[in-house]
């Protein structure tokens, strides 16, 4: 009996510094960089934003005028066909990221 208890206490500590060591070096997600973002535009806006067919370019718009666009699909407040679907795919810290990302690098 005494053998059964002190199995079960040994097992019971094992367990414990396991799930003490899995948490510790499990690492803290941060934000997703705006560039990996921003990737997800190229589909359709072309690259760097320079689309030549039906979908407007994006490229050279500032900061600003990204984000107003986008917070205005995520919110329904401008219509489309498939930007409402995407931008509502993003948090507004996302959202803003991008926005920098291609107002500061897509020319």
């Known amino acids: 009996m005494r053998s059964a208890i002190l199995s079960a206490a040994f097992a019971a500590g094992l367990l414990a510094a396991t799930a003490a060591q899995a948490q510790q070096a ?3 997600p941060g934000p997703i960089p ?3 973002l921003a990737a997800t535009c190229s589909g359709c ?3 760097a934003g320079r689309s030549i067919a039906e979908i407007p370019p994006i490229n050279g718009r500032t900061e600003q005028q990204l984000l107003s666009a986008l917070l205005d699909f995520k919110n329904d407040r401008r219509p489309a066909t498939m ?3 995407h931008a509502k795919g993003f948090s507004d810290d996302e959202l803003a990221a ?7 690098n897509w020319r």
């Open 26 to 28: 499990a690492p803290v």
């Open 83 to 85: 930007m409402n679907r």
């Open 34 to 36: 705006g560039s990996v």
């Open 98 to 104: 991008i926005a920098r990302e291609i107002s500061a």
């Open 45 to 47: 806006h072309g690259q």
